[in-house]
């Protein structure tokens, strides 16, 4: 059987057929698509082989693939994997040296690790097939999110570019901004990598230095950089800002937009299954569904209808086939939208709660619990005047601690109160138990140590004694 290698041009011009096609043109990508990566997991990958013995052979229904789990795949890695090339000791051996960032291993496979801020990290080997999707899908479906005339006006400054996320680790960020420089050494001229990790009037310094056109960074990030800039330290015209990685709250969305005068584009992805969106030129967020499937769940593992909020997501990759990733819960709570969007995209669109934050359940007035949306949450403290910073962190099941850094000249037991008294109403409307409390911390905000992450909204729950 000869299989042509697939090329981010081909890929390109698929992407842009599927779309023109419809939502048939889409399905009949899919079918095919998982057929070939589900067959190839039960050949070549020992894991899914017993995983789905099961199972009966030929097409098999996704929704009868029993789902996989990150910490399960981890344990297995070397049988995970399709090629024996492949192995786990290598791997670690590779991401272990900052210095590969952007090179391939073993010349073929592009790897990424996460940095872990939720859990165990996990180590991402993508083959040439599933890197020619990713360019290719960004290319196709990125074009027409910005207005031809800002496009211009990017060209004509440069498009000089600056990625500020976290240094020295192979996050897919980083991989895919360095490879890109291996490749053409010459974009190191436009395009940087900023390390978030750096102190602040360091970075500001560079970034003025630098003065992109186009900035990506996490949402936490930018609402500092606004911070910045508006204090008169940070003197930056960005035509175009991205965030990731993060949450992006509409507060920070909006202030970040009025303080840089820039355009600014959320992005929803997942270092198993990237890009699993791309941004419209209407901001929302559509799946790649002729690359991947998202199936949302509830707790049971149960689909969940488009338009409502699921308790997580079942992701399945069909580009990669090295390291198969199929019905892989990913852990976001996500909506996939149940209207059309605008823009006349097929692709669904989706909304999710973002990976760094969690839903926090407290004690609910009658006896039931209650889930509260981490961007919620975020929204309510953000929008306290006199917060410049916050962390609301669950650390008993009726006690959520608040961490605060609040503005120069702002006094912090005044704002601190402010924070906890519309903390408090907004619980009350959420239905909380009375006895639920809000404490000042004494400790700031705290990032992850290596990612440069900040997790807004998270639980410290002591271990229960339940398990
Ligand atoms: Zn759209």
Not at 60 to 80: N, T
Not at 173 to 186: D, G, I, K, N
Not at 187 to 208: E, G, I, K, T
Request: glycine fraction near 8%; charged fraction near 25%; hydrophobic fraction near 40%.
């Amino acid at each position: 059987m000869r299989r042509r290698e697939l090329t981010a041009a081909g890929v390109a011009w698929d992407a842009w057929r599927a779309v023109r096609g419809g939502p048939p043109a889409i399905a009949a990508r899919r079918a095919a698509r998982l057929d070939a990566v589900v067959r190839h997991a039960r050949r070549a990958s020992p894991f899914y082989a017993e995983h789905y013995r099961a199972l009966p052979d030929g097409p098999v229904d996704l929704v009868r693939l029993p789902p996989v789990r990150k910490p399960g795949l981890m344990a297995r890695f070397d049988d995970w994997v399709t090629d024996p090339a492949v192995t786990r000791t290598g791997v670690e051996a590779f991401v272990g040296d900052p210095g590969r960032v952007g090179e391939d291993f073993l010349g073929r496979y592009v790897v990424f690790t996460t940095s872990g801020s939720t859990a165990e990290p996990a180590l991402l080997v993508q083959d040439p097939r599933a890197v020619a999707v990713m360019t290719g899908l960004t290319y196709a479906r990125s074009a027409g999110v910005l207005p031809p005339r800002l496009l211009l006006r990017v060209l004509a400054r440069g498009a000089r570019q600056a990625a500020v996320f976290a240094p020295g680790g192979h996050y897919l960020s980083a991989t895919m901004f360095e490879r890109r420089l291996r490749a053409r050494p010459v974009r190191r001229r436009w395009a940087r990598y900023f390390s978030v990790l750096d102190p602040l009037p360091q970075l500001v310094a560079q970034l003025d230095e630098f003065q992109p056109v186009l900035l990506g960074t996490y949402a936490s990030a930018l609402g500092v950089l606004a911070d910045e800039q508006e204090a008169g330290r940070l003197h930056i015209s960005p035509l175009v800002i991205s965030s990731g990685g993060e949450a992006l709250t509409p507060t920070v969305r909006r202030r970040a937009e009025r303080v840089f005068g820039a355009v600014v584009v959320d992005t929803y992805n997942a270092s198993e299954a990237t890009p699993l969106s791309l941004p419209c030129r209407r901001g929302r967020m559509h799946v790649n569904a002729d690359w991947f499937v998202v199936e949302p769940v509830d707790a049971e593992g149960a689909p969940v209808p488009d338009g409502q909020r699921s308790e997580t997501v079942l992701v399945t990759n069909l580009a990669n086939h090295v390291q198969p990733i199929i019905r892989y819960e990913l852990g976001d709570s996500v909506v996939v939208g149940a209207e059309p969007c605008p823009c006349g995209s097929p692709l669904p669109t989706i909304t999710a709660e973002g990976r760094t934050d969690e839903i926090l359940r407290i004690p609910g007035a009658d006896d039931a619990e209650v889930a509260l949306l981490p961007m919620a949450v975020a929204t309510v403290v953000e929008e306290t005047p006199g917060v410049r910073g916050y962390q609301v962190v669950q650390t008993a099941p009726a006690t959520l601690a608040l961490r605060l850094d609040v503005d120069p000249g702002a006094r912090r037991d005044e704002v601190g109160q402010r924070a906890r008294d519309r903390l408090d109403e907004y619980l009350r409307t959420q239905g909380a138990a009375p006895g639920v409390a809000i404490e000042l911390a004494d400790d700031p905000p705290r990032p992850h140590p290596r990612s440069g992450k900040l997790r807004h909204v998270l639980r410290s729950l002591p271990p229960s004694p339940l398990g």
